[in-house]
């Protein structure tokens, strides 16, 4: 990350953050990276499918990865979600989280990726439960 402009900020055991903590990234027991949670900053843009998923509000960004998916049908909610074909997550839509928008219309506070890895470990919370 430090090669494209994004040195190490912080680490905390196998979680570390880059880009005033707007990246997160979590590694495996083995340091691969099992997933990448990104929330908005006005220094980096991150896109899904055209879109700058932090300049658009939360139901538009869901509409559009749910359309992705292939998975079957999705009911929109605001806390969190998982996208299980594409391993995206979205976590808390809000207003406070519309740093482009004057804090209108609820937008997410964190889209995130994740490997067959973090989805074993999903699935395996969700039995327990």
Same mark, same amino acid.
Not at 45 to 53: H, L, Y
Not at 95 to 112: A, F, P
């Given at each position: 990350?430090?090669?494209?402009?994004?040195?190490?900020?912080?680490?905390?055991?196998?979680?570390?953050?880059?880009?005033?903590?707007?990246?997160? %990234? =979590?590694?495996? @027991? +083995?340091?691969?990276?099992? *997933?990448? $949670? %990104? =929330?908005?900053? @006005? +220094?980096?843009?991150?896109? *899904?499918? $055209?879109?700058?998923?932090?300049?658009?509000?939360?139901?538009?960004?869901?509409?559009?990865?749910?359309?992705?998916?292939?998975?079957?049908?999705?009911?929109?909610?605001?806390?969190?979600?998982?996208f299980?074909?594409?391993?995206?997550?979205?976590?808390?839509?809000?207003?406070?989280?519309?740093?482009?928008g004057?804090?209108?219309?609820e937008?997410?506070?964190?889209?995130?990726?994740?490997?067959?890895?973090?989805?074993?470990?999903?699935?395996?919370?969700?039995?327990?439960?």
């Amino acid at each position: 990350m430090a090669a494209i402009g994004f040195p190490l900020e912080h680490s905390q055991d196998s979680v570390d953050y880059f880009c005033e903590s707007c990246m997160q %990234v =979590s590694h495996g @027991p +083995n340091d691969e990276v099992s *997933f990448i $949670g %990104v =929330s908005g900053n @006005p +220094n980096v843009t991150f896109v *899904f499918k $055209g879109i700058d998923v932090f300049r658009h509000s939360a139901i538009d960004v869901f509409s559009l990865m749910a359309a992705s998916d292939n998975s079957g049908p999705h009911e929109f909610s605001p806390y969190e979600y998982l996208f299980p074909n594409q391993i995206l997550t979205l976590w808390d839509a809000d207003e406070q989280y519309d740093r482009q928008g004057g804090e209108n219309r609820e937008v997410w506070g964190q889209v995130g990726i994740g490997n067959s890895a973090y989805m074993a470990a999903i699935r395996a919370i969700k039995t327990k439960m």
